[in-house]
């Protein structure tokens, strides 16, 4: 069975950071591209970033280039958003989600976790 669990999403003020995790079963993590989508109210969900399963290669949004980095632990079957300098605009739930190769449309994800909200406000 996959799974991909997220965490570490809430409250931050405008300009801080923010550390997401997606821990997935090792099947997956080992043979499928990484990826996180955001959603907000009323919006299509969106590509954030994607991380390669081999090659180590990462894409990002141009929207979050420079800000938002993201990584993965082999060892730990976890990949992670790290988010910076955020903005107001970046308020969305945030999913990872796992693809056999590395891909900006959400229709090439078949495994998705649950989501974490992210809410960026003062």
């Known amino acids: 069975q996959v799974q991909l669990v997220e965490s570490g999403g809430g409250l931050v003020q405008p300009g801080g950071p923010l550390r997401l995790s997606c821990a997935a079963s090792r099947r997956t993590f080992s043979t499928h591209a990484m990826g996180w989508f955001r959603q907000a109210p009323e919006k299509e969900r969106e590509f954030v970033a994607v991380?390669?399963?081999?090659?180590?290669?990462?894409y990002y949004a141009d929207s979050v280039k420079g800000r938002f980095t993201i990584s993965r632990d082999n060892a730990k079957n976890t990949v992670y958003l790290q988010m910076n300098s955020l903005k107001p605009e970046d308020t969305a739930v945030y999913y990872c989600?796992?693809?056999?190769?590395?891909?900006?449309?959400?229709?090439?994800?078949?495994?998705w976790g649950q989501g974490t909200q992210v809410t960026v406000s003062s």
């Open positions: 989600a796992a693809s056999p190769s590395a891909n900006y449309s959400p229709r090439a994800y078949h495994y």
């Open positions: 991380h390669t399963w081999s090659g180590g290669n990462t």
